[in-house]
């Protein structure tokens, strides 16, 4: 449009077979579908020196969404429930944009959308509404320092919307710094609070995680 803001917009089509656990497991169906999607996106996106900015709407419809269900649809020896396919839509809008605020560099998304089964009218099990991420970093002595927010609004286990998963906030930090031409040292903390949380219930997820490592990138 400018020399600053750009339109963009594309359609696309995916898919994806079923697993064979998902098939032939103990809470399998053999005759699952493969699921297909048609994705469609406008966006509006503005850059300038070291500012960013985008806004994308999508909408997302999926035929045969590969997903768990409680056991009263399943056949009766699944009494913990089983894979079926359901017809979905994703539609939403993503926000993103980064800042240089002196020697510190901001960043940050919220994904805000609605997860919807069309054949029933109710939200997706485990996807959630609102999801974000912040970030900063910056360099000190060779050093790049950073950290990093992610929040997720609550979501439901069933897709009869009846378990509520809560929200959650996690903080991360990493750092790293170049200690020869084609090396890198790496550190990273996940979670740094030690929260709580869960993805799925009665499914454990990481509590807090350090990693350090060493890459290797040939100039």
Known sequence: ????????????????????????????VASLRPESARNAELGLRYAQGDSSFSAVAYRNRVTNLISFVDASACSPLQTQGCYANTRAEY????LAASHRLGPVQLRGSLDLQRPRDLDTGKQLARRAKHHGTFGADTVVAGWTLGAEVQASGRRYDTVANTNVLGGYTLVNLYASTRIARDYTL?????????????????????????????????Q
């Open 91 to 94: 539609k939403g809008v993503t």
């Open 186 to 218: 790496l550190a990273r903390v996940d979670n740094l609070a030690d929260k709580d949380y869960q993805l799925a219930r009665t499914y454990a997820t990481p509590g807090r995680t350090l990693f350090v490592g060493l890459k290797w990138a040939p």
């Open 1 to 28: 449009i400018t020399q600053q803001w750009r339109a963009t917009a594309s359609v696309g089509t995916a898919f994806r077979a079923p697993t064979l656990y998902q098939r032939f497991s103990q809470y399998g």
